[in-house]
């Protein structure tokens, strides 16, 4: 499976033994788990946790109109 084939498939297929450092680089990992932890910490329901996550990935998507995110 050539990399965009299997970057296409981490996206939309997750399971536990996933390792996006492969296919993403080395901080995805670290960073994702992070945010695990800060929604944990904020006590909300899965729905807003989802709902966080979702917020921040069109938040991110709409500023990356505007500068180059790395």
Do not use: W
């Not at 981490?10 to 992070?34: A, H, M, Q, T």
């Not at 329901?45 to 989802?50: C, K, L, P």
């Amino acid at each position: 499976m050539d990399k965009e084939s299997s970057r296409k498939h981490y996206l939309s297929k997750f399971k536990r033994n996933n390792k996006p450092e492969d296919i993403f680089g080395p901080n995805v990992k670290g960073v994702g788990e992070k945010l695990t932890k800060l929604l944990k910490e904020e006590d909300l329901t899965y729905d807003e946790a989802y709902a966080s996550l979702q917020y921040c990935y069109n938040l991110l998507k709409y500023e990356s109109n505007f500068l180059k995110l790395q």
